[in-house]
């Protein structure tokens, strides 16, 4: 039981319809199935009624710029990232999953979004797909000790699907104030969404991957930065790795010719 209630939560079914199970066979076929009179309102009935209507997409842009504007530090940003209402996923994530990692690491990897897991532990790549990614940092002897790890969105979207525009322009300022206060020498972007965000472009990721892109940050700043796979993907298709393999070789050497 315990086994099918995680995978059910794993794929996004986190609330019952009732508060009591209703065994069916148990009731006479001519009998019509009448709901209780007071049924106890569902978990998105009460966060619903809790919560405020977001914000219009333009003003909680608006807003969060402000917000990532005031942060001067990283454990600034966190509190202001989890103290922001203005995108509609806080409503039902579970947790606020804003990084992982060194604060002062050189590197910055920046993903797309939390998933189940993420979602329990409020930790970025933590599940399956981040035990490849820490395998796959551990072979350019890197680990979470010398890297930061983020996403795009903060918030896990509901059943894990694909982030919405909306969403992505609404967390990217924070996303961009991190990558000012950090002053990362790489920026490695974990999958296309993160990717096409962050540079602007339109190319899906193997058209990205292996190449080497300039990101210039909104103090100025320009930061080497590059694409790989999101290991979700690898786990999908193992085939990819050896070309997975050949760009964080190309990583590596970008990293020993700051050494």
Same mark, same amino acid.
């Given at each position: ?5 995680? #995978? ?6 986190? %609330? ?9 066979? /148990? ?22 009624? &809790?919560?405020?209507?977001?914000? !219009? &997409? ?9 917000? &990532? =504007?005031? &942060?001067?530090?990283? %454990? ?5 990232? %989890?103290?922001? /209402? ?14 992982? @990692? ?8 920046? @993903? ?6 993420? /979602? ?6 933590? @599940?399956?797909?981040?035990? $490849? $990614? ?8 890197? /680990? ?10 903060? #918030?896990?979207? !509901? ?7 909306? =969403? ?7 996303? =961009? ?13 974990? @999958?296309?969404? +993160? ?7 339109? =190319? ?7 190449? #080497? ?13 590059? +694409? ?6 690898? $786990? ?8 997975? #393999? ?14």
């Amino acid at each position: 039981m315990a086994s099918v209630l995680r #995978w059910y939560a794993d794929h996004g079914v986190d %609330e019952a319809i009732a508060e009591t199970p209703v065994n069916r066979l /148990d009731q006479a076929p001519a009998k019509p199935v009448l709901a209780p009179e007071t049924p106890a309102p569902s978990m998105a009935q009460r966060i619903e009624s &809790a919560a405020a209507p977001p914000p !219009p &997409a333009s003003q909680a842009v608006a807003s969060a710029k402000e917000v &990532a =504007e005031s &942060a001067t530090t990283m %454990e600034a940003l966190h509190t202001a990232i %989890e103290s922001f /209402d203005g995108c509609a996923l806080k409503r039902t994530a579970t947790t606020t999953c804003v990084y992982d @990692g060194n604060t002062q690491a050189r590197i910055l990897l920046i @993903g797309e979004a939390p998933g189940a897991q993420e /979602d329990r532990q409020g930790k970025p790549f933590v @599940g399956p797909a981040g035990q $490849l $990614l820490d395998k796959m940092l551990g072979a350019i002897d890197l /680990d979470r000790s010398k890297v930061l790890i983020s996403n795009m969105l903060f #918030w896990r979207p !509901p059943g894990n699907r694909t982030p919405t525009a909306e =969403e992505i322009s609404t967390c990217l300022p924070f996303v =961009e104030r991190m990558v000012e206060i950090i002053k990362p020498e790489i920026l490695i972007y974990v @999958g296309g969404s +993160a990717a096409k965000a962050m540079l602007g472009r339109s =190319e899906g990721i193997t058209r990205l991957r292996g190449r #080497w892109f300039t990101y210039t940050a909104k103090d100025g700043r320009e930061i080497p930065a590059t +694409a790989v796979f999101h290991p979700a993907f690898l $786990l999908r298709q193992p085939g990819r790795k050896r070309e997975s #393999w050949r760009d964080l070789q190309a990583i590596r050497r970008r990293l020993e010719s700051y050494t």
